[in-house]
């Protein structure tokens, strides 16, 4: 009882917070959120017995339901994956009869994408199961102490793969004819022919969230920011070597200032929900700064370089066609780059605020254009199947792996990973060649 009384104290405050903080307009918006939660009691009082009714049949027939984070289009995306690839692998699927429902968060981030997950599980309208939800769990605080009919991520944090699953299983989600030939109409409108090459290139900055969350403070995200113009130089050479690059974004801050004709600002001419995960889906390979529409080509299993990916404990490690380079993480009073062991010693493997690094004396360098650009060739080449590696190069990514290894087991970092799950599954990414070769002397 103490715990249920200092947690409704909790969130009453919090809602004060909120409203004293976003004003007239934050008042109106929980004062209409009061008046859906009236209007929903009789779901709310249906919802008693059908919980104890669900529970009565539990042994014979099991009913589950989670609520899918929607409103991200990197959650929706890849989280929604894993959960259904775990379910084709057996892992966290119940030994008698069951039947699993989902439904969704408020805000939904990319209605194509909502639509094809639609064909694939069962999706039940939130103003039904949020009542089924929370009369559970309050049934659960004071009765029984458990939460079985909750379809729960053990081995799902931060959506990462920590059991390899998307190189066992072909991705989950396809276009049916009709979609086919939309996107076909749209590549050709765009000045493509669904037989170009073509490379989508996603740059996170600020504008999206704070364009749909305008009231609340999202700069502890900003180090995860890139910079658009040391894009260029990569866009140019890949266009030479016969790609289109198409520049992806729901919102962006700036546009891209090129002439070359195959250089596309797609995010700030052509932009919609379909054609977000049409192009994800059909493109060669994608260059990103590693944020949320790149897990969109994650469950495609498209072939990724990620730019400038910080913090370095949480990036993407499971795909062997994954190319990656990291911000340079300088000291702040020395003026120069600290170890990869030196970012585990302080803290910052898994560093998710921009103050984390500041507070901790570290500045983060944005990769430079020829960095960019040279982990981009070498993605071209491998998938051209021209790369050679040498001996040297070869021992290089196996140190670099194993010292990254090594630094996992380092308290802070093992702490977080046993607390909320295991980050990584067999490490097969590749560090870019040049840049490891380059910071060798920090990474190794």
């Known amino acids: 009882m103490k715990m249920l009384l200092k947690k409704f104290f909790l969130i009453t405050d919090k809602h004060f917070l909120q409203i004293k903080k976003g004003g007239v307009f934050i008042f109106l918006k929980k004062i209409k959120s009061f008046f859906l939660i009236i209007l929903q009691t009789p779901l709310y009082i249906i919802s008693v017995p059908l919980i104890f009714i669900l529970r009565i049949i539990r042994p014979w027939y099991l009913i589950r339901w989670h609520q899918l984070n929607a409103n991200r289009i990197g959650h929706f995306s890849k989280e929604t994956e894993l959960l259904y690839c775990e379910m084709k692998a057996g892992i966290n699927v119940p030994v008698q009869r069951y039947l699993d429902i989902y439904y969704l968060t408020k805000y939904i981030s990319n209605k194509q994408l909502e639509k094809m997950w639609r064909r694939k599980i069962i999706i039940l309208p939130r103003y039904i199961m949020v009542p089924v939800s929370r009369v559970n769990e309050f049934i659960n605080n004071f009765i029984f102490d458990e939460n079985i009919h909750k379809i729960v991520k053990p081995n799902i944090r931060m959506s990462k793969d920590s ?164 911000k340079e993480h300088i000291d702040i009073k020395t003026k120069k780059k600290i170890s990869v062991s030196d970012i585990f010693d302080r803290k910052l493997s898994v560093g998710l605020f921009s103050q984390t690094f500041t507070e901790n004396g570290v500045f983060l360098e944005h990769n430079s254009s020829e960095q960019i650009r040279d982990a981009v060739v070498e993605m071209d080449e491998r998938m051209r199947k021209v790369w050679k590696s040498t001996e040297e190069e070869l021992i290089l990514q196996k140190k670099f792996w194993a010292n990254f290894s090594e630094n996992r087991k380092k308290k802070y970092h093992s702490d977080f990973e046993k607390n909320g799950g295991s980050l990584h599954g067999v490490l097969k990414s590749k560090i870019g060649t040049k840049f490891l070769k380059q910071n060798q002397s920090l990474i190794i």
């Open 163 to 326: 059991n390899n699953l998307l190189e066992r299983f072909k991705p989950s989600l396809n276009f049916d004819a009709e979609e086919e030939k939309k996107g076909e109409f749209f590549l050709r409108e765009l000045g493509l022919s669904n037989k170009d090459k073509f490379v989508c290139l996603g740059i996170r900055d600020s504008a999206f969230l704070s364009s749909r969350n305008p009231e609340k403070d999202f700069s502890y995200h900003d180090y995860r920011d890139g910079k658009l113009e040391k894009f260029i130089m990569a866009a140019e050479e890949l266009t030479k070597r016969g790609y289109y690059v198409i520049r992806m974004g729901a919102q962006v801050l700036e546009p891209l200032k090129t002439n070359n004709p195959k250089i596309i600002d797609y995010a700030n001419t052509h932009r919609s929900d379909f054609m977000d995960i049409y192009l994800a889906a059909k493109c060669n390979f994608s260059v990103t700064t590693d944020y949320g529409l790149d897990e969109v080509m994650v469950i495609f299993r498209k072939p990724i370089v990620y730019i400038g990916v910080v913090p370095i404990g949480i990036m993407e490690t499971h795909n062997e066609n994954t190319i990656i380079i990291f």
